[in-house]
T-cell receptor, first 113, second 113 residues
Framework: DVKVTQSSRYLVKRTGEKVFLECVQD?????MFWYRQDPGLGLRLIYF???????EKGDIPEGYSVSREKKERFSLILESASTNQTSMYLC????????????FGQGTRLTVV | GDSVTQMEGPVTLSEEAFLTINCTYT??????LFWYVQYPGEGLQLLLK?????DKGSNKGFEATYRKETTSFHLEKGSVQVSDSAVYFC????????????FGKGTTLSVSS
């Protein structure tokens, strides 16, 4: 089975802190994604990556950056956490190619106080 | 741009009732369509998918048919169970490389015994 592992289930951080959310997949997938999930808004794409060191902005990239130094790992960085970044963050991966589904991690619930 | 619209919830049903969750999409070309399910406290899991017009995806008693003429992908189940209580997300992926899944806002289903 494909496994996508996010490093933390729950995080509490202070306003202004630099926050790293880590995601690792074990199926050699080319594509990796970061979404945030908020009630009433569904899932919104923050960033995605289709290859090592490559990244594309999603719908809501402001306040975030990403890093993909190795194929299996995709990190989301909150440069200076703010309370409006309190949310559930979901990492996903998929094979390259058309029609492929994405596999999701368990999510990280981040609270910024 | 591409988008997905699904019926707002919550949907509240009694066990063994018939379920329909409506989903329509806007996209150029021929996207792939997906239904994902999120059980409480978990990440998203793929429920079913369809990759071309008139395809029917099915899994665990759930079905959805890709209708190009009505740009729809409605989710149905003939007899729901309490264990089906979850949030259901409709999603699409454009039929080209380097694209991410686009999600609807999700529909919460609550089934009582």
């Amino acid at each position: 089975d494909v496994k996508v592992t996010q490093s933390s289930r729950y995080l509490v951080k202070r306003t202004g802190e630099k926050v790293f959310l880590e995601c690792v997949q074990d199926m050699d997938h080319e594509n990796m994604f970061w979404y945030r999930q908020d009630p009433g808004l569904g899932l919104r794409l923050i960033y995605f990556s289709y290859d090592v060191k490559m990244k594309e902005k999603g719908d809501i990239p402001e306040g975030y950056s990403v890093s993909r130094e190795k194929k299996e790992r995709f990190s989301l960085i909150l440069e200076s956490a703010s309370t409006n970044q309190t949310s559930m963050y979901l990492c996903a991966s998929s094979r390259q190619g058309l029609n492929t589904e994405a596999f999701f991690g368990q999510g990280t619930r981040l609270t910024v106080v | 741009g591409d988008s997905v619209t699904q019926m707002e919830g919550p949907v509240t049903l009694s066990e063994e009732a018939f379920l329909t969750i409506n989903c329509t999409y806007t996209a150029t070309g021929y996207p792939s369509l997906f239904w994902y399910v999120q059980y409480p406290g978990e990440g998203l899991q793929l429920l079913l998918k369809a990759t071309k017009a008139d395809d029917k995806g099915s899994n665990k008693g759930f079905e959805a048919t890709y209708r190009k003429e009505t740009t729809s992908f409605h989710l149905e189940k003939g007899s729901v169970q309490v264990s089906d209580s979850a949030v259901y997300f409709c999603a699409l992926r454009a039929n080209q490389a380097g694209t991410a899944l686009i999600f609807g806002k999700g529909t919460t289903l609550s089934v009582s015994s």
